[in-house]
């Protein structure tokens, strides 16, 4: 448990929460501020700050169990068109609370939520440039 993070509180029994879902790897509740009613997060039972602090059979469970939560939430009288799964890994990629998590969000027609492109997004860019980051990573993955 990390002094300081809101959801090893939780985790810990020390914080109020709305359960969803817990085993021995990760748990899942209600988001306190959600974008839609529904919106859940599966989070690691152990800290882990962000994806490269994440175990990795950590990370396929939380993953695991967000597609089941996706199931419960289409199956439910929630309103939900579609779901947005949603990890963001550092404070540049909007996370607000360092102990990693994915976000489960019911989604519709006109809901008001969505995501903001920068000016240059319409501009495709040239194959070239798309080699050249497929190069760059292919190296660090060694494929
Ligand atoms: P992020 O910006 O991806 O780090 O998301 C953090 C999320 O945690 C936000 O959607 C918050 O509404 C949510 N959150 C913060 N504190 C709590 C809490 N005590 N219980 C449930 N959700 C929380
Ligand atoms: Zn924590």
Do not use: W
Not at 89 to 114: K, L
């Amino acid at each position: 448990m990390e002094s300081g993070c809101i959801f090893c509180k939780i985790l810990a029994g020390q914080a109020e929460a709305s359960m969803v879902y817990r085993d021995a790897q990760v748990s899942a509740f209600m988001d306190i501020q959600p974008v839609n009613p529904g919106h859940v997060l599966v989070v690691p039972n152990t800290h882990a700050e962000d994806l490269a602090a994440l175990d990795t059979a950590t990370g396929r469970r939380i993953f695991e169990i967000a597609q089941q939560i996706a199931a419960a939430i289409y199956r439910s009288d929630l309103r939900s068109e579609g779901i947005n799964l949603f990890l963001a890994d550092g404070e540049a990629a909007g996370q607000d609370v360092f102990h990693i998590h994915m976000h489960i969000v019911p989604r519709f027609d006109e809901d008001g939520f969505g995501l903001k492109f920068g000016p240059d997004y319409a501009n495709l860019p040239a194959r070239a440039e798309l080699d050249l980051a497929a190069g760059l990573l292919r190296a660090q993955l060694g494929t």
